[in-house]
Structures are given as C-alpha cells and as structure tokens.
C-alpha cells in the first residue's frame, strides 16, 4: 500500500489552521466551536474524496462509512480550550491517509471517524459515550459546560447531521492512533507504544457554600470562607490518599469557580471539578469514598452546605488481543527494537468503542511528555513511524 507520508503531515498541518492559537502549533478547537464544525466540513470533503459515505451522526460525530463491513479508524479533532495540535487529530489524520491510499491503490476500503467531545466541553468523551450508549442522547443534551451552554444548545449550531446513529454492526473492529500525552517514551528511542489498557475515570463537581461577607470587617474566626473550606479539602484529601493510592493513581481539582471572585468580599461559594484516574476498579471506588468523607469533614469543619453534580465515568479496559498482535507484528517489522508495551494514563474514546468491538490503540511518543497546552508536539519521524505500523496492523487485519 503506497503510503504518503508528506500528504499525511501536509493534511495534519492543514487541519491546524482551523482554531490557530497563534502560538507555536496551538490550537483552540473545542467541540462544536466555529473551527470545530469548520475542521469537520473540511474532513467530510477529504472522506468523500476517497470514495467513503459521509454520515454525521446527531452527537456530531463525523464517519466515513466504507460500503459493507470493514475495520473502523479514527480518534477525535475537537481539542482542549488551549490544546496542542496533535492529540486525536493525529489519529484521523492518520486514518485519512490510510483511507486514501488504500483508495488509491484499489484495496479493501476501511471507514474513518473523528468522535465529537472527547475532550469533554460537556461531558467524559461524550460523542463516543452516546455512540456506544454509555450516555443516552436526551441525558446528553442536558449537559452544560462552564459558560452553562446545553449539549442541545450546541449541537443545533452544526448542520447536515442526521437523525440516525451508524450501525455499529458495519465494523469489524476498531484501532486508534493517538499521541502518547506522557513522558514514558520521551528521552528513549522508543517512537511506538501499543496499548495494553485504559485507566477508568471519575469526574464530578462540587459546590462548598458558606457565607460571603466583608473582607475587611468580619474576623477570621467568625468567617464561612468557601476558598479557604477548598484550600483545607486540598491538603486533607492529599494526606488521606496516600495509603489507597499507587504510583500510578492520579488526581486533579482542574476548575475552579469562586463566588463572587472579589478582593474585597470573602467568598460565599465555591464549585470546583473532582477528577480521579486509576487502572484498578476496586482503588477507583475507594478513592471515591476518601473524597467524599474528605469533602463531608471539611463541610462540617467549615460550616459548609455541601452539593454534588453527576458522577460522571468510565471503567477501565483492556485492549484486544487479536488487534495487539497485529500491532506489535507491524510494530517489528516497522520499529524493530523501538516499541513497546504500555499501559495509557489518559482517557480515550477506544475505551466506549471497546463496549461495542474489539479495540486497539498505538501511540507515538510526545516532547517532554507535555499534552493539552500550546506546546504539545511530536518529533515528525516518529509521527511517520506510527503512521507506518498502523497502516501495516491494517494490511494484516483486512
């Protein structure tokens, strides 16, 4: 299969230019943002071009649907309020090219298909999650994100989608190349990772409500301080972690929103984002429970209404055999001696995929380890590499 991997770069640069941060390679690309829908019209071209059915689904999704069964490729192109340029575009693109060339060259066609929200503006890989029934569509559209725009709300904005989902039955299987967002292959000469599992996720928020008062007149003692109530959660709860948690556990208050957000005026309110991450289903409950007997102490201690959104999550996984063997055949013959096997820390939408097919997932390495900022990237050669072993798992497959 003639590979063409200056149209493959060509393609992932291009698709760059829809959300532009103007700094560095950055893009700022979120689920149904003006680049976002632009970025999925451009890609529903490109499908067309090499002879694909485009099918968008009513979540967003974009799919380019071979005729018949076939082998699905993709990731997503939605990115992060200041994300890198790469992340799940590399796998579209990647499976873009693939498509093309096997197009070109008359083989057996594979479908193609850029997920909406993985990165989660409204939910936890929300365009897979509905696709695989994780999340039922109505539960969807009433997700809001920080500004409190619904799913519906911003899914009316982008046209040309359809009433129906695709028939997940029209695939064999599922692969996903992605950028590996962590430092393990950086610093080595490793230029491909296959996938062994997905960690599980837990994600809610939580709301502390004290009282708002004069910063200048009302003493320490007599204060119901919100900032100060998830200031002492913080600490605590990092303390109370660390006979549950291993190495690999990972935790994160990502978002904060404090009420009313004045120097002069001690807080009322706090609503903050709780995130946990594990490859271990039992740790991820028990994580769980230390935080919210954690977040209840504190609410006590502070004097604090205490509230919670949706427990929002995914379990962990394990990839598919069959799909990995055909990944590290390719990854020898491709990378002899520069792969290898590795669990993956970040969340995907393979993890939804995987309730409805078997799935895979390969990586390439990513600079300094960092993802989900401006400064994301990845030395070209080794995006070429994994280009490589990926197109070569599909000839063995189909």
């Known amino acids: 299969m003639p590979l063409n991997p200056q149209r493959f770069l060509e393609s992932l640069h291009h698709l760059r230019s829809f959300g532009a941060s103007g700094v560095g390679k950055g893009v700022v690309r979120p689920a149904f943002s003006a680049p976002d829908i632009d970025a999925r019209a451009w890609l529903a071209d490109q499908l067309r071009a090499c002879g694909l059915e485009v099918h968008v689904d009513p979540a967003g999704s974009v799919f380019g649907l071979a005729e018949g069964q076939s082998l699905l490729l993709g990731s997503h192109t939605d990115s992060q309020p200041e994300g890198g340029w790469l992340d799940g575009a590399l796998g579209v693109m990647a ?23 993985e990165e989660g503006r409204f939910g936890v890989t929300t365009g897979s999650a509905i696709w ?5 569509l109505a539960g969807a559209d009433a997700l809001t994100d920080q500004s409190g725009v619904t799913f519906a709300q911003a899914r009316a904005l982008m046209g040309g989608k359809r009433e129906e989902f695709v028939d997940p039955s029209r695939f064999t299987s599922f692969i996903e190349m992605h950028i590996e967002q962590g430092p393990v292959m950086d610093g080595t000469t490793d230029v491909v990772g296959i996938v062994t599992d997905i960690v599980g996720i837990r994600d809610m928020n939580i709301t502390l409500e004290g009282q708002q008062n004069h910063a200048g007149t009302t003493p320490m003692a007599l204060r119901r301080d919100a900032f100060q109530a998830l200031s002492g959660f913080n600490a605590m709860l990092n303390d109370r972690l660390r006979n549950v948690v291993t190495r690999q556990s990972v935790w994160t208050i990502g978002h904060v929103s404090l009420h009313p957000n004045a120097s002069s005026i001690v807080p009322g309110k706090v609503t903050f984002s709780m995130q946990w991450r594990d490859g271990d289903l039992d740790r991820l409950v028990r994580m769980e429970m230390v935080i919210r007997e954690t977040v209840n102490d504190i609410a006590e201690t502070y004097g604090m209404e205490l509230s919670y959104g949706p427990l929002l999550g995914l379990e962990p996984v394990a990839m598919d055999l069959q799909l990995r063997a055909a990944l590290e055949a390719s990854a020898d013959e491709c990378a002899q001696g520069q792969w290898r096997k590795m669990p993956s820390g970040a969340l995907h939408d393979a993890t939804n995929v995987s309730a409805l097919m078997p799935a895979a ?17 990845t030395d070209e050669a080794d995006l070429v590499a994994g280009l490589r072993v990926l197109a070569g798992a599909v000839a063995r497959l189909i």
């Open 95 to 117: 499976a873009l090219e693939i498509a093309r060339a096997r197009f070109e060259d008359g083989l057996t066609p594979v479908s193609v298909v850029s997920f909406q929200d």
């Open 132 to 136: 695989s029934g994780t999340l039922d």
């Open 361 to 377: 997932m390969l990586f390439v390495p990513s600079i300094n380890g960092i993802s989900h900022a401006f400064e994301e990237d």
